[in-house]
Nanobody, 122 residues
């Protein structure tokens, strides 16, 4: 599976962005998908995950502001980010794995996109 993330950029506090992650490969629809982020000097953390059936989970810090969704026909996962805050500034990575865990997985069954930078600043 190869993942290509896009949609990052510079946005003012309170603004919105939508990230996309397009996947190649046949196993997209059966795997869970997730978005993680890594701010400078911090560890990578789970932002949101979605199962193959559409069940979602979110980090407490983004609940009510971010929405993860997937389109299996397009092999794409999205992250709609609203009411952005400066503390949301990070590189965002999409991940495809059998299970999206709070602790990032880096084994042979876990695939990562290249990351897209989100900067929230006035």
């Amino acid at each position: 599976v190869q993942l290509q993330a896009s949609g990052g950029g510079l946005v003012q506090p309170g603004g919105s962005l939508r990230l996309s992650c397009a996947a190649s490969g046949s196993s997209f629809s059966i795997n869970e998908m997730g978005w993680y982020r890594q701010a400078p000097g911090k560890q990578r953390e789970l932002v949101a995950g979605i199962t193959s059936g559409g069940t979602t989970n979110y980090a407490d810090s983004v609940k009510g502001r971010f929405t993860i969704s997937r389109d299996n026909a397009k092999n794409t996962v999205y992250l709609q980010m609203n009411s952005l805050k400066p503390e949301d500034t990070a590189v965002y990575y999409c991940n495809c794995a059998p299970v999206i865990a709070r602790v990032p997985r880096y084994d042979r069954y876990s695939y990562w996109g290249q990351g897209t930078l989100v900067t929230v600043s006035s």
